[in-house]
């Protein structure tokens, strides 16, 4: 018989330990609202610390990455690196005194209709021990990059060369002189078959269907803040235009390299699908200089062979796949009124925060760290009143952590 331990949480679950589950945590903090924050790494922001390769910096200027309450250090770039990012988010975590349940993950979680209470089951992330949270509030901070995607594609079993998703990529260091195959032409795609070229590697980019590349920068100003500071005035399918003129003058026409535009604009698409345009950090020198190879989708793999959609074989040695991420809280979240199939909350922006029962969702705006800013205050806010107005009514305050043990 296995016991599994049971415990009372006063206040709400936190899933997830990245700056959403930290900025609705930190927003608690200071309310004096105490919290369980479970996460199944070892460590906070594990994407960052764990998913991300070496070189990677933040793509929109740092006023847009700040998480609420805590600025980043004056002395960091207009683009702090991934280092910086995360060093900043470990300070976020210090000074806020925020502490999560590190090496547990959340396997289930179902509202209990009888006695309204949320059931939260984790099992420790090196296997073993199981535990079950009961609380009255729930905050889905899992991210919208929780897993990976990984695209079956024929005859990639007896490929028989190195095949690894972008969130296993660290740097070319291993690959110099080596032919690469690039799965995908999002931010990652771009930026790995960029880092690919600077340690002498041989990148090809798969372009099954459309992209928009915007330069970082229009005129040394940052092109997200323009386009932000545009959308207070202008309807956006128009700062969509002339985002493509200002695309278009900088960068030239793309479509001669094989990178054919969609046609919806690149703010429209972030909204509506949350396909991400592309921010030019240099690949696009390396695409016209055919350093990086533009190719069509992939038929089949072979041994060390791809064989292209324009018929074309190409011998290659190495894949590595650039094909994004999901979101995973259809596998565990039991409930399918506020959350969607694809596991986004079914409203958009600025609606998709607050669920009933006490459910929360951070992080899933498609508008990056702003967004999840946005969401934690609203969040934070919201529990905080819930929480007060109970503690009124209860005038007696239970003690934090109650402990059963359970069996079955
Ligand atoms: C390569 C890359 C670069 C990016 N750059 C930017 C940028 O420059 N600017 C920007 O605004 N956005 C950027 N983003 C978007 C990114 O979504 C945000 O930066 C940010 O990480 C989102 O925070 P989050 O806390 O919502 O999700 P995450 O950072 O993914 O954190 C979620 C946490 O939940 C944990 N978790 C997941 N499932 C479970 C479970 N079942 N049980 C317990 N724990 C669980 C995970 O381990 C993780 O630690 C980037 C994304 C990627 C992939
Ligand atoms: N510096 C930064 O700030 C960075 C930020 N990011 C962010 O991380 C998030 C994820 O980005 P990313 O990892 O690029 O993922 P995306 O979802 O943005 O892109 C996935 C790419 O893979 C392609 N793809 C998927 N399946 C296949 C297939 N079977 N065959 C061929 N192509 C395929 C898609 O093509 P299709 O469109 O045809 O489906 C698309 O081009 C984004 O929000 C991005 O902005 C990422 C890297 C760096
Ligand atoms: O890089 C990301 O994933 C982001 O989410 C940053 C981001 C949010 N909204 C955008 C609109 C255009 C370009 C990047 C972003």
């Not at 070892?42 to 929109?60: E, G, P």
């Not at 005859?155 to 070319?172: N, P, Q, R, T």
């Not at 771009?190 to 980019?205: F, I, R, T, Y």
């Not at 919806?264 to 390396?286: F, H």
Request: proline share 5%.
């Amino acid at each position: 018989m296995f016991s599994r331990r049971c415990v009372w949480v006063n206040g709400p679950v936190i899933v997830g330990a990245g700056p959403s589950g930290l900025a609705v945590a930190a927003g608690l903090k200071d309310q004096g609202v105490p919290f369980v924050i479970l996460e199944r790494a070892d460590c906070i922001a594990s994407l960052w610390q764990k998913r991300t390769y070496d070189r990677l910096k933040l793509h929109l200027p740092k006023q847009f990455c700040q998480l609420p309450n805590f600025p980043f250090p004056d002395h960091y770039p207009e683009y702090p690196s991934k280092r910086q990012f995360i060093e900043y988010l470990e300070s976020y975590a210090n000074h806020f005194n925020i502490n999560p349940q590190f090496n547990e993950c959340v396997q289930s979680a179902k509202y209990d209709e009888a006695c309204r209470l949320w059931r939260v089951k984790t099992v420790a992330a090196s296997g073993g021990g199981e535990v079950e949270y009961i609380c009255q509030m729930l905050v889905v901070a899992t991210g919208e990059n929780a897993e990976r995607v990984v695209p079956e594609i024929e005859g990639l079993k007896e490929f028989g060369g190195e095949v690894i998703h972008a969130c296993d990529y660290k740097s070319g260091e291993g690959y110099r002189g080596k032919k690469v195959l690039v799965v995908g032409c999002g931010n990652s795609g771009m930026e790995v078959s960029l880092d690919l070229c600077n340690h002498e590697a041989k990148p090809a980019m798969v372009v099954r269907s459309s992209v928009h590349v915007l330069p970082r920068e229009v005129f040394g100003k940052s092109t997200f803040e323009l386009a932000m500071f545009m959308l207070k005035w202008l309807p956006l399918w128009l700062v969509d235009k002339i985002m493509l003129v200002l695309a278009w003058m900088i960068l030239g026409d793309i479509e001669k390299y094989g990178l054919k535009r969609p046609s919806a604009g690149p703010l429209e698409l972030k909204n509506t699908q949350g396909k991400t345009p592309v921010l030019d950090i240099g690949a696009l020198e390396k695409i016209r200089s055919r350093e990086i190879q533009i190719v069509p989708g992939i038929k089949k793999f072979s041994c060390g062979m791809v064989e292209l959609d324009n018929g074309e074989n190409l011998e290659i040695d190495s894949v590595v796949l650039a094909t994004g991420y999901c979101s995973n809280v259809p596998y565990w979240l039991q409930e399918t009124e506020f959350f969607a199939k694809n596991g986004y909350p079914k409203a958009s922006f600025p609606n998709g925060w607050k669920g009933n029962g006490g459910l929360y969702a951070v992080g899933f705006t498609r508008r990056g760290l702003s967004g999840a800013s946005a969401d934690a205050m609203k969040i934070s806010q919201d529990i905080a009143k819930v929480w007060k107005d109970d503690l009124k009514q209860k005038k007696q305050k239970v003690p934090t952590h109650r402990r059963c043990i359970s069996t079955f």
